[in-house]
């Protein structure tokens, strides 16, 4: 296997993401809101402090790359 052919599958993989951040707005906004108010008066990030949040939002991004590939292997 080529070395070119990973990264080149890896760049198209990486230019779906905003699309299916997209399909995962209200998620992706809980979570970055969580962030936001966990790092706001000058407290680093911690493990687990957005696990919740994080965790719907990968649900969500996972359900889409499905829904993505059924609609790519129906056309």
Do not use: H
């Amino acid at each position: 296997m080529s070395g070119a052919n990973v990264w080149t599958r890896s760049r198209e993989r990486m230019k779906r993401l905003p699309e299916l951040f997209a399909q995962c707005g209200p998620e992706a906004t809980a979570y970055g809101k969580c962030v936001t108010a966990t790092t706001s008066s000058k407290e680093e990030l911690r493990k687990d402090l957005c696990i919740r949040e994080f965790e719907a939002l990968k649900t969500c991004i996972l359900s889409a790359i499905k829904r993505n590939l059924k609609k790519k292997k129906t056309q």
